[in-house]
């Protein structure tokens, strides 16, 4: 085989490596922001065991938010406020839950006791230096 086409070989073999390392590898950090909820976290991952969209409000519920790293162009987020709110009347916050930031902080938790919601659906917004960072529905059945 000449030398052109071996390293017409080895490119060809190499690119897809390449491909799968470094753009398709998941290295756990987190890309963006999240909301999740359930009834169950993962003590090693601090993630919920089978997030939720639909949840029974007679049950302790847990709801989990990541927060994905600041890049280093990026500026550290001073505070984080989760609100909680009636889909039908957003206005109307029912719940909102400031979170202190700092260089170690990659999520918050908390529960939310049986029957404290009635049923319906329910938008989690959260908030970085009060520009929303996502939002996400629920349903309380």
Do not use: C
Not at 34 to 63: F, H
Not at 68 to 74: A, G, I, L, V
Not at 82 to 110: C, H, Q, W
Not at 119 to 140: E, M, P, W
């Amino acid at each position: 085989m000449s030398k052109g086409k071996r390293f017409l070989v080895l490119f060809i073999v190499l690119i897809p490596i390449a491909f799968f390392f470094f753009v398709l590898k998941d290295d756990g950090e987190i890309k963006r922001d999240n909301i999740e909820i359930g009834y169950k976290t993962n003590d090693e991952s601090q993630r919920i065991i089978d997030p939720q969209n639909k949840v029974d409000r007679n049950k302790e519920i847990i709801v989990s938010t990541h927060f994905k790293d600041n890049s280093e162009k990026e500026k550290q987020n001073k505070k984080f406020v989760l609100k909680l709110a009636n889909i039908r009347d957003k206005s109307n916050v029912l719940m909102e839950e400031t979170i202190p930031n700092d260089e170690a902080t990659s999520g918050y938790e908390f529960k939310i006791s049986p029957g404290k919601l009635s049923a319906g659906k329910y938008q989690f917004s959260l908030y970085r230096d009060n520009n929303l960072s996502i939002r996400k529905v629920f349903t309380f059945k």
